[in-house]
C-alpha cells in the first residue's frame, strides 16, 4: 500500500533562518506532488506541484521554493524565513492520469517564525 | 476564479445531533467536488466526493449531494458522535486534468457526549 511521510512534525524557527522540509512517497511510482499551506483561520492554499523529477511549477510567489531530487521526493525550502511563512505545511501525492481521484495527504509540519 | 465557502465554525452538537455544514462554490465549468476531513493533528483525509451534478457522495454515515442549480455541496449527518470531532473541508477541482484542488477555509466540528 501506499504511503506518505512528512517530517519533521513541528518546527520553531527564528525569522531569517533557513528551511527544509521533506516529504517521501512509498509504494507508487511517479506520483504528482503538492505542497499545500494552511495558515491560521484560512484554507488551504496550494504553494508548489510537480509532475516529475526536477518539474516544478510554483502557484502563488513567496520566498519559498521546491524541489524534486527524486521520483518519490518532495522537499519544501527557504533561504529566509518571514514572520508570515508561520502555519501548517501539507504535502500531498495523487497518481498520475487518474483523474477524479483523491489527493493522499501526510501528516503535516507545523511552522512557527519567531 | 474558481473558489469555495464554507460555513464559519465551529459547529459545536451534542452527540446524536443532525449536523449540515454548508458549502457553496463558484466556477466557470464543471467541477468535481470533495469533502475531506482533519483530525487533530493529523493530515487531511478525502470523506466523500461527486464528478457530477445530482451525484450524492457518502461515506461512514456522511452523505452530500451536488447541486448544480445552487452550487452546492452541503455536508450532512443524521446522528453525529464524539469521534467525529474534527475539521471539515470542502474543495473543488475544475477537472483540467492535472487536479488542483480549491479549499474552503473548513469548519471545525465539536460534538460533545
Known amino acids: 500500500s501506499q504511503t506518505i511521510h512528512q517530517w519533521p512534525a513541528t518546527l520553531v524557527q527564528p525569522v531569517g533562518s533557513p528551511l527544509s522540509l521533506e516529504c517521501t512517497v512509498e509504494?507508487?511510482?511517479?506520483?504528482?506532488l503538492y505542497w499545500y499551506r494552511q495558515a491560521a483561520g484560512r484554507g488551504l492554499q496550494l504553494l508548489f506541484y510537480s509532475v516529475g523529477i526536477g518539474q516544478i511549477s510554483s502557484e502563488v510567489p513567496q520566498n519559498l521554493s521546491a524541489s524534486r531530487p527524486q521520483d518519490r521526493q518532495f522537499i519544501l525550502s527557504s533561504k529566509k524565513l518571514l514572520l508570515s511563512d508561520s502555519g501548517f505545511y501539507l504535502c500531498a501525492w495523487k497518481g498520475q492520469g487518474k483523474y477524479n481521484s483523491p489527493l493522499h495527504f501526510g501528516n503535516g509540519t507545523r511552522l512557527t517564525v519567531t | 476564479g474558481d473558489s469555495v465557502t464554507q460555513m464559519e465554525g465551529p459547529v459545536t452538537l451534542s452527540e446524536e445531533a443532525f449536523l449540515t455544514i454548508n458549502c457553496t462554490y463558484t466556477?466557470?465549468?464543471?467541477?468535481?467536488l470533495f469533502w475531506y476531513v482533519q483530525y487533530p493533528g493529523e493530515g487531511l483525509q478525502l470523506l466523500l466526493k461527486a464528478t457530477k451534478a445530482d451525484d450524492k457522495g457518502s461515506n461512514k454515515g456522511f452523505e452530500a449531494t451536488y447541486r448544480k442549480e445552487t452550487t452546492s455541496f452541503h455536508l450532512e449527518k443524521g446522528s453525529v458522535q464524539v469521534s467525529d470531532s474534527a475539521v471539515y473541508f470542502c474543495?473543488?477541482?475544475?477537472?483540467?486534468?492535472?487536479?488542483?484542488?480549491?479549499f474552503g477555509t473548513g469548519t471545525r466540528l465539536l460534538v460533545s457526549p
Open positions: 509504494g507508487t511510482s511517479n506520483p504528482n
Open positions: 474543495a473543488l477541482d475544475m477537472n483540467t486534468g492535472f487536479q488542483k484542488l480549491v
Open positions: 466556477a466557470t465549468g464543471y467541477p468535481s
